[in-house]
């Protein structure tokens, strides 16, 4: 099972780990919560198929499929919610960039989640006080 487990929606971001058969693989960003608002809210919680895709702009990534009232959600490189327009960012470890908190280590993240994860999946999205496995 892959799973995202996201603590609350801070205006910083949505922060979270995701994780491979209960096994942490890295973390998360997302855009803070804004009622699923298209391009500037992280999606709500629920089971999503997501799918390899070559993305126009961002290349070799998941999208994600059947998300309610969106679409266009990728999982893909960044380091800030602000970079986001509504996906998920991946990276290595959580980071302090000038104050913003983010993630760090994305575009490599990102390469080791090609192998580590299959072409298709589902994503089961909860969110959680703390994070835990």
Request: charged residues 15%; proline residues 7%.
């Amino acid at each position: 099972m892959i799973s995202l487990q996201r603590l609350p929606s801070t205006p910083q971001g949505t922060f979270g780990v995701l994780s491979k058969d209960g096994i942490p693989l890295c973390v998360t960003v997302e855009r803070p919560w804004a009622d699923n608002a298209n391009g500037v809210s992280c999606i709500p919680e629920g089971t999503y198929r997501f799918v390899s895709y070559n993305s126009p702009t961002k290349g070799g990534v998941w999208l994600g499929q059947n998300v309610p009232g969106r679409s266009e959600i990728e999982i893909h490189s960044a380091n800030l919610a602000s970079e986001l327009e509504g996906c998920i960012a991946v990276g290595q470890w959580f980071a302090d960039f000038n104050g913003v908190r983010g993630v760090a280590n994305s575009k490599p993240t990102l390469e080791m989640l090609k192998i580590a994860l299959p072409a298709e999946f589902d994503l089961v999205i909860t969110q959680r006080t703390q994070l835990s496995q």
